[in-house]
Structure formats: C-alpha cells, structure tokens
C-alpha cells in the first residue's frame, strides 16, 4: 500500500499506530467479514512472510499470537487492514487536501507509521517487524531483562534513580514515557530489582513488574539493534508524505537517514511518546486517531491532553462514523 490517502486529507490530527500489547485473537475479525480490502491487506501479509499470520489474527491461540515473533507483524496487519478499510468506505468522497497532520507510532508502530506515510512499503515493514521480532527474541534470551511499570512518580525523578543505580548496582533506564504517571522501566535483574526498591521508598504509587523476559528499550538490546541496523540498510526507505514523529526524539524525522537511525535507536533508546504528543499538540494537532488494534494510545493521549479529540478505529462502524465526520 502507497501511502494512506487519508493521511493527505485530513487537517490537524495526529494518526497513532499501537505497539506490542496492543494485540489480541480476533483483531479486526469484524473489518475482515466488511471489507474485502481489509481481507486482502490480510492475504498479502501471509504471501509476504510465507505462514498464516491472518489465522493466529483472528482465531488465535493466544499464546503464539503474543510471540513477539507473531505479535509484531500482525499489529503492522491489522493497522493497515483498518487503514485499506478507510480507504474502501471512502471511495470516491476524498476531502479536500488537508494540512497540519502527523503520524506516530509507539516502539513497533513506528514502523506502521512509516508504512502508512508511504516511507516503507507494507511487504518490508512487515519483512523487517518479523525480523526485529527474531532479534530481541534472541538478544532476551543472550541477555534476559525484566520491565515495570512505574506509577504515579515524576518523570525526571525516575531517570534521576535509574541513573544512580545504572552507576553502582545494574543496568535500568526509562523504557516508555507512556503518560503523566505513567512510565516503564527495563534492565537486568540486578539494576530492576534495586531500581523498583528505590522508586517504592522514595514514594511511587506502584511499582509492578511486567510479565516479560525481553529488557526492550534498553542496552541490553544491543545486539538486536546492531543486526537490525544492517537488515535496515538494506531495505528501501523514502521520504515521508507526511511527518513522522520519531519515538526517542519526539521531532519529525525530516529524511531517510534520520529515519534508519531512529528504527535502531528506539531498540536501545526510550520511547517518548509524551512528548511526542505534546510535539504534536504543540504543531497544531487537535485530533488523534488511533489506527490498529485496541485503544491504548487514544487512552494516554486522554492523560496528555484532555482538550484533543480522541478516535480509535478498529471495527465497522468506526469506520463508517469516522469517514462520515470527514465528509
């Protein structure tokens, strides 16, 4: 798929793409049955990777579809079997060209969001989502890692703990600013477990240890990200139709080399998606709207900023309701 025409029409909104936890059996099962461009979308992503990611979509089980093997390339699917939904309701009723829009992935909808500005096309986004599944798959198990979610705790007193206990105990360091209140932090056992004893002394609200073995957004993922940078090297990139808001910056990445750079950092690196809604807010954005599976981004944009409008289309009649509001 070229790049989603929507994206070029619409005004002021901000295109967000899910992550890794978004997934689930029966992701857009309902836009599957609708629309046949949804159903092809599906169809090529099994042609492209050779087994059918569109059964473990939508009939599970669970447990394979969760494999950050599977999970990856089937979240880029189901976003751009929403985004082929979109394109289908719409027809010949294209708005006038619109101006002031971005798109933003969290961690592995980066890739998404590349895919939907027409920067990397929808067969190696997927060719190269797979392989990242591979590699931090690999790099956990080289190098096991534990992430928390940290609550109700400032932001800059977070990265101020996991410093000090990067420089004395182990590794850990912000993985996801995710939303006021909310963050994420990863490393190895020793620099996690000193780091979650630290943030509940020093008063965090919560502190609780995801069930992952993958320290992702960390140095332990070192080698993930050295393989993945040739894999990412080797695969044609263009320039975004329209700005794209890198996840460890929080600004446009403005050109191809800025965009391989960031699709390795953001492996080591953290995710600043407050920030980049606020980059976003800060352009212009008064609409966010959520392309894939689930609501999780819609949600924290909510903590972000309760001024924007916020929209997750996923099923039929978001579709429908949202092609209706642009025309």
């Given amino acids: 798929m070229s790049v989603f025409p929507l994206l070029l029409a619409a005004s ?5 793409f899910p992550g ?6 029966g992701m857009v099962a309902e836009l599957v049955a609708t629309y046949s ?8 992503a099994d042609d492209t990777l050779g087994f059918a990611l569109s059964r473990l979509m939508l009939d599970g089980p669970e447990e394979e579809l969760t494999d950050t093997v599977n999970a990856q390339p089937a979240l880029l699917a189901a976003s751009v079997a929403v985004m082929a939904a979109l394109s289908a309701e719409m027809g010949e009723r294209m708005p006038v060209a619109g101006t002031g829009s971005f798109v933003a992935g969290h961690s592995m909808g980066e890739y998404s969001a590349l895919v939907a500005a027409g920067s990397l096309s929808y067969s190696d986004g997927l060719r190269l989502v797979r ?30 703990l996991c410093a000090e206990i990067s420089a004395t105990v182990g590794i850990v360091q912000i993985a996801n600013d995710n939303c006021p209140g909310q963050l994420v932090i990863s490393g190895d056992r020793a620099g996690m477990e000193a780091a979650m004893a630290a943030l509940t002394a020093a008063g965090a609200r919560k502190v609780v240890p995801l069930a992952v073995s993958i320290a992702a957004h960390s140095p332990l993922m070192h080698s993930a990200a050295d393989a993945l940078r040739a894999a990412i090297a080797a695969t044609k990139i263009g320039v975004p139709a329209v700005p794209v808001i890198g996840n460890t910056t929080a600004q446009p990445l403005r050109d191809v080399d800025a965009i391989r750079t960031e699709l ?25 709207v959520e392309l894939g599976a689930g609501d999780v981004l819609t ?12 929209i997750a289309v996923n099923e039929p009649d978001g579709v429908r309701a949202y092609v209706a509001m642009l025309s």
């Fill in 20 to 25: 890794q936890g978004s997934q689930h059996a």
């Fill in 299 to 310: 949600s924290l944009v909510k903590r972000i900023d309760r001024s924007a409008t916020r």
């Fill in 131 to 160: 392989a990242r599944g591979h590699l931090m798959k690999e790099a956990g198990t080289q190098a096991p890692g534990m992430m928390a979610a940290v609550l109700g705790f400032d932001e800059a007193r977070v990265a101020e």
């Fill in 264 to 288: 390795a950092a953001q492996l080591t690196g953290s995710v600043r998606w407050t920030a980049s809604v606020q980059a976003m807010v800060n352009a212009g954005v008064t609409t966010f």
């Fill in 12 to 16: 002021n909104t901000g295109f967000l």
């Fill in 37 to 44: 461009a949804a159903r092809i979308a599906l169809e090529e």
